[in-house]
């Protein structure tokens, strides 16, 4: 999820996207020197021996990512109980102390820094009257799933998932409808990331799989995603994840295979949920699984490993394919099959191998050597495969070439509808190619590392996003769209040190990540925190290619920035634990260093009239500043207990007491923001949700929550009119926009 600290090593998988970003090409694929793959002992001789694997396929397969404590972990393994449940939080601001001051009580934060102002507003704990809604996402999961973009029984609508949702997009009216959106108290479709999707042949029925302790898996509608499951069924314990998923030709089961150590494949009954028989796949992860399109059978492919499997007398039986010395023993990725009841499986060699019952007939090299088949379809028998020649190869049945589509980036899921060619790829893009005339672009997102940086334009048309992917996005959230993409840095720097930057799994390195940014109300400035400490000013949103300086005086990695009320100055929050102020006119000359917190800078705003600064860091001190002479004002919460602040983004503070809700730790809460009005404010929570609360509240206020985002919400804003709400989902990588109503 947001990893928040500075600790432990960086993974070395990298993404196509970024290597692209950094002025690789993701057409060179390279030989992985090592990797995380779990390989089962094989007596014949593999072609893959040497992990012909390029850096998508391991950052696929390796399966870790990092917590908030910096910690590599399983980026499928969860905790029995989600910490939502936990509703066992003794009142964080209870505490009563006396005989100290202001300064002492300062880092203990829920005592001495929280004065009330001298004619207290109304409390409102109550629910606010306004609701959110969401409107569109822009985000698309695939740097470890395939196969999951699709068109629908209407050709105007594709259907793919994101986050914890599946979505259905309108090419025409570009709008979207969701499967397990809305109100978390009533949302019923995945609470966690979605890892699987896949379509009935009836192009309607879809089924969804999650991450879990124990995974659920959905059946819905594309037609009408927001009634919820028509069945649904978990996996059990220990199950971790769902890795991929299909219907059968009759569209009556659906195998399902899942990330236990073990790798389980099982059958279930479509319409009741109904468990039809499981079996251990191997020690080996299941990159893909497909139907017979005529018989009920079907074939799992995947790491040293081709399985064709059958239910006999109940039980759920596989064989293992046999090579027949027709080709070489591959690795698999992708699955399919022709209408003459024959396989056909992509192999990480670039080959394409044919198979009847479980013997291999031919192998031919359709991809240059090396270039693994990332995604692979048949739609009436035409074959479509995509690699890391980022390009769509088209062959008829018999392997021989129509056309060629180029791409931009490595296909990872293909679909066809008539003559119109739909393509998800790895740089988190979704583009379709019609049969003649210009492809159109249907989705962008951020797709490496983690999106946390996020802010609204005064024209309140406009957000601007910057993530780990070494880009920095313009989105107009009227036309939902990306209008413009800017590259941070071109030239890859070293890599993160052990104990230095922010933990990410992106193939970027830190000078080419950005978690932090602001835009100047008065001059337009768009500034960025980087997280090798380096600030970035772009000119404008209309010349967002333009740098107009860059300075590096922080030690540690950006989270928090805010340019002052007048645009005058800019504070900039690290990990170093200081804040820098900058003197904007001044060509970004430093002012101040304000040096007392004992942790990393988490949050930061400024007084109405730019006089005083209050922050927040990570031993959740709140302390106050005097921007005139850069002093910390050690009675500053007395002092300003009645200063009206420019923004409220600090998780700490009088107004806010009441966010932390029942649970336990108060470090769940990530992101905070009040609205215009002032009567309410939206908070971004490690469980996915997207919470308003009334404004000012207290210990025991009441919020709306609402699910979409599957990881920890990392930032909220509202837009200048509070009538949207905007979310950045950190490690789903998914940017969210919600109507309030």
């Not at 029984?153 to 499967?179: C, E």
């Not at 059990?236 to 059968?248: D, N």
């Not at 699955?335 to 003459?340: G, P, V």
């Not at 101040?592 to 959740?620: E, P, Q, R």
Request: glycine share 10%.
């Amino acid at each position: 999820g947001g990893s928040k600290n500075q600790a432990s090593q960086p993974s070395k998988s990298s993404a196509a996207p970024a290597a692209q970003a950094a002025g690789a090409s993701s057409s060179a694929p390279k030989a992985s020197a090592q990797t995380n793959i779990n390989v089962s002992s094989a007596e014949d001789q593999w072609e893959d021996e040497q992990f012909m694997i390029d850096e998508d396929l391991e950052r696929e397969t390796n399966g870790y990512k990092y917590d908030k404590k910096g910690n590599k972990v399983s980026q499928y393994d969860r905790d029995e109980k989600r910490p939502e449940d936990n509703a066992g939080m003794v009142g964080l601001f209870e505490v009563e102390s006396a005989g100290a001051g202001d300064q002492i009580m300062a880092t203990k934060p829920w005592i001495g820094a929280i004065k009330p102002p001298t004619n207290p507003p109304e409390i409102k704990n109550s629910p606010p009257a306004v609701s959110l809604e969401l409107e569109y996402v822009y985000g698309y999961r695939c740097f470890d799933s395939r196969q999951n973009v699709f068109y629908t029984s209407d050709p105007n609508k594709i259907v793919y998932m994101t986050a914890a949702l599946g979505v259905v997009l309108d090419k025409k009216n570009n709008t979207q409808r969701f499967f397990g959106a809305g109100d978390a108290k009533r949302a019923n479709g995945h609470s966690d990331d979605v890892t699987a999707l896949a379509i009935h042949p009836n192009k309607d029925l879809v089924v969804t799989g999650e991450v879990g302790a124990n995974p659920k898996v959905c059946v819905w509608s594309a037609s009408n995603p927001e009634a919820g499951p028509k069945s649904e069924f978990r996996l059990g314990r220990g199950r971790r994840a769902v890795s991929c998923a299909g219907f059968s030709h009759d569209g009556n089961q659906i195998a399902v295979a899942d990330l236990h150590n073990d790798h389980y494949v099982s059958v279930w009954d479509t319409n009741s949920g109904r468990k039809i028989g499981e079996n251990k796949g191997g020690p080996d992860r299941i990159l893909d699984l497909c139907w017979s399109k005529t018989e009920a059978r079907f074939v799992t492919a995947g790491i040293k490993h081709i399985y064709f499997w059958a239910i006999e007398n109940g039980s759920l039986t596989k064989d293992k394919g046999i090579y027949m010395g027709k080709g070489p023993m591959c690795s698999m990725t992708s699955a399919q099959w022709l209408s003459d009841g024959t396989c056909i499986t992509g192999g990480t060699n670039g080959m394409l191998y044919q198979w009847k019952g479980r013997e291999l007939q031919r192998a031919e090299q359709v991809l240059p050597k090396g270039t693994g088949v990332h995604a692979l379809t048949i739609v009436e028998d035409t074959i479509l495969l995509g690699g890391r020649n980022d390009s769509v190869t088209v062959l008829d049945k018999n392997f021989k070439k129509i056309k060629e589509i180029p791409t931009k980036s490595c296909p990872r899921a293909i679909d066809m509808n008539g003559q119109n060619v739909v393509v998800g790829t790895r740089d988190g893009q979704i583009r379709e190619f019609p049969a003649s005339g210009q492809p159109s672009v249907l989705m962008q997102s951020h797709a490496d590392g983690e999106v946390w940086g996020l802010a609204v334009d005064k024209s309140d048309n406009i957000i601007v996003t910057v993530g780990d992917d070494n880009y920095v996005k313009v989105w107009d959230v009227k036309q939902r769209k990306c209008v413009k993409s800017a590259i941070l840095d071109p030239n890859k720097g070293e890599e993160r040190k052990a104990g230095y930057g922010a933990s990410t799994l992106a193939s970027t390195s830190p000078n080419q990540q950005g978690r932090a940014l602001c835009i100047n109300p008065s001059n337009g400035h768009i500034a960025i925190g980087l997280n090798d400490g380096k600030v970035i000013i772009k000119q404008s949103i209309d010349n967002l290619e333009s740098t107009v300086n860059n300075f590096k005086i922080a030690k540690e990695w950006i989270e928090a920035m805010q340019y002052s009320p007048d645009g005058s100055k800019l504070a900039v929050g690290s990990h170093d634990n200081a804040v820098y102020v900058f003197d904007v006119a001044g060509g970004y000359k430093l002012l101040h260093k304000l040096n007392k917190h004992s942790s990393f800078i988490t949050a930061l705003d400024w007084s109405v009239d730019g006089s005083a600064i209050h922050t927040t860091c990570g031993a959740y001190e709140l302390l106050f500043w005097d921007v005139s002479n850069g002093q910390q004002v050690t009675d500053g919460a007395t002092r300003y207990a009645d200063e009206e602040w420019a923004t409220w983004s600090t998780p700490l503070g009088w107004p806010v007491q009441g966010i932390f809700g029942g649970v336990i730790d108060y470090t769940h809460i990530n992101s905070v923001d009040r609205s215009r009005s002032g009567d309410k404010c939206a908070i971004g929570n490690d469980w996915g949700l997207v919470e308003i609360f009334g404004y000012p509240n207290s210990e025991g206020a009441k919020s709306k929550a609402y699910r979409g985002h599957s990881e920890h919400v990392m930032n909220v804003k509202w837009n200048g009119k509070d009538s949207c709400v905007f979310s950045a989902g950190g490690y789903d990588q998914t940017i969210m926009q919600w109507k309030a109503i």
